[in-house]
């Protein structure tokens, strides 16, 4: 087994203030979510501009931030905050759940949408296969900070970390590195080499939500359970395997109805359309989305808990 190196969470520290690993990986995933879709929307006949990533981004942050820790305090925090009114505010305490950044990201890409004139399925679609680094990176600062540790093991690559209760240290499976391994790695190179040709609107977004659900799920399995919820039910069913399978049963009705309705993305094409793509872009030699009447042809471009 491997020891576990203690790292100090605290990358830098100016008098009073501190610099999180931590936070170093958000900001790492946000300046990466930016780079790819900067890189997308330069793409030949892609109907995002430069400032539109731009703006996008602005609303992405907020909806990850605001969902993150609103959803920590609902999802794992409520007895924290009926010990303390004040602890949704106490950010740098940690706490940030993924499946409440996901539900603000939702919302935040539907405002933006909203306000652009463009299709919420686009924008969930130009969205998807951005925030696969990001993943990854807070799982990283998990590791760092010595948080979310799997089930005891013996594996020779299992780490040993200290025992809560005293005594000899345990060895413990890295959940924290398996999800960074799945959940970030595999999902954004599934998804972004995806999205490389057109997809029909809402399979990108079906994809990543299968591929995370389906990674969140079976890591849970070797993943300890949360402190003061335990199991729900079964003794295996966990908090974060709960929230996974409405993903996965969204994603896969979305994949359905993607191919099934096949309607193209609005994400080539005229700026600001609500859907229609006016003008065939991508890459040379790609099958071309079928027209719908009134339609152009449509190439695609493309503490966490």
């Not at 345990?170 to 972004?192: C, D, H, K, M, N």
């Not at 080499?193 to 994809?207: D, E």
């Amino acid at each position: 087994m491997i020891p576990y190196p203690h790292i100090n969470p605290v990358a830098v520290r100016i008098g009073p203030l501190s610099v999180h690993w931590y936070g170093i990986m958000y900001l790492v995933g946000f300046a990466a979510a930016w780079w790819l879709a900067r890189r997308r929307a330069a793409q030949p006949g892609s109907s995002w501009r430069a400032v539109d990533v731009d703006d996008f981004l602005f609303y992405a942050m907020l909806g990850v931030i605001l969902g993150g820790r609103i959803g920590y305090v609902l999802f794992y925090g409520l007895p924290l905050w009926r010990g303390d009114p004040l602890y949704p505010l106490k950010i740098w305490q940690g706490g940030m759940s993924f499946h409440g950044g996901l539900i603000g990201v939702l919302v935040a890409v539907a405002i933006f949408a909203w306000r652009r004139g463009r299709h919420v399925g686009d924008v969930f679609d130009f969205t998807a296969p951005l925030p696969g680094i990001g993943l990854f990176c807070g799982r990283v600062g998990n590791f760092i900070n010595g948080e979310l540790w799997g089930k005891p093991s013996s594996l020779p690559w299992a780490f040993l970390v200290p025992n809560p209760n005293g005594g000899p240290p345990i060895g413990r499976q890295p959940s924290q590195l398996y999800e960074a391994l799945l959940e970030g790695v595999v999902l954004f190179t599934i998804v972004w080499v995806f999205t490389r040709r057109q997809r029909p609107r809402y399979a990108a977004s079906g994809l990543f939500l299968i591929c995370y659900a389906v990674a969140r799920i079976a890591v849970e399995f070797v993943r300890e359970p949360d402190i003061g919820i335990g199991y729900i039910a079964f003794g295996w069913l966990t908090m974060g395997q709960l929230l996974s399978a409405p993903m996965l049963l969204a994603g896969l009705i979305l994949i359905w109805a993607a191919y099934h309705y096949d309607i193209p993305s609005g994400n080539f094409g005229k700026a600001g359309g609500s859907g229609s793509a006016t003008g065939a872009g991508g890459a040379g030699g790609e099958r071309e989305v079928r027209r719908e009447p009134g339609r152009g042809a449509a190439s695609h471009g493309g503490s966490a808990r």
